[in-house]
Structures are given as structure tokens and as C-alpha cells.
Nanobody
Framework: QVQLVESGGGLVQAGGSLSVSCAAS????????MGWFRQAPGKEREFVIA????????YFADSVKGRFDITGDNAKNTVYLQMSSLKPEDTAVYYC???????????????WGQGTQVTVSS
């Protein structure tokens, strides 16, 4: 059974840093593109960042370039979203996703986690 479980969300002040993780099980981690999305209250879910293992390329949304990064640990089947220089507008529920690159970036990934709340105070 495929599972993506996010953890590590919380409250952080503007300008601060936070890392959230996504533990994957039930599929071969490195065969997929792993990505992160977020959804703020009253807004649609939006793509944040993705990492494709096959060529180790990272894809960013313009809003997070230079501030967010994604790393992975194959041994632990876990991917991490590392966020820095956080802004109040980064406040959202952050979701982990897995599928091929086009489906992940397009928001149509096959697998999704349950989400973790990140709140940035001003």
C-alpha cells in the first residue's frame, strides 16, 4: 500500500526557516518525481517544488526560488522540503506528492500525503 506521510510543520516567524519531511512507503522511491504543493485558506493548491531522481533535477515555482529547496534520502525513502526566508504568504498546508514529472508539476500526481500545516507569523 502506497503511503506518503508528511511531518514537521509548525509555527515560525517571518524570516525564519523550517524543514518538513515526507516519508514514502509502498513504492520504489527513486523511480518517481517527488514534489511539494501548498494550499492556503481560500486559495487553490499550487505547485511549490519537485525533484526528479532520474536526472537529479529540481523544479521550482518562481515564488520560492532562492528560498526553498528539496532533498531526499533514498535509504530512508524520505524527501525534505527546506524552507528559509519564510514570509507570511508562505502560510499554507503543505502536501507531498509522487508520480512522473508532468503529473507532479501539473498537480495530477497519483500519490498524495495528508498535508502538514506551516504557519508564518509576521
Amino acid at each position: 500500500q502506497v503511503q506518503l506521510v508528511e511531518s514537521g510543520g509548525g509555527l515560525v516567524q517571518a524570516g525564519g526557516s523550517l524543514s518538513v519531511s515526507c516519508a514514502a512507503s509502498g513504492f520504489t522511491f527513486s523511480n518517481y518525481t517527488m514534489g511539494w504543493f501548498r494550499q492556503a485558506p481560500g486559495k487553490e493548491r499550487e505547485f511549490v517544488i519537485a525533484f526528479r531522481w532520474s536526472d537529479e533535477r529540481t523544479y521550482f515555482a518562481d515564488s520560492v526560488k532562492g528560498r526553498f529547496d528539496i532533498t531526499g534520502d533514498n535509504a530512508k525513502n524520505t524527501v525534505y522540503l527546506q524552507m528559509s526566508s519564510l514570509k507570511p504568504e508562505d502560510t499554507a498546508v503543505y502536501y507531498c506528492a509522487a508520480d512522473d514529472l508532468l503529473n507532479v508539476v501539473g498537480g495530477k500526481a497519483k500519490y498524495w500525503g495528508q498535508g502538514t500545516q506551516v504557519t508564518v507569523s509576521s
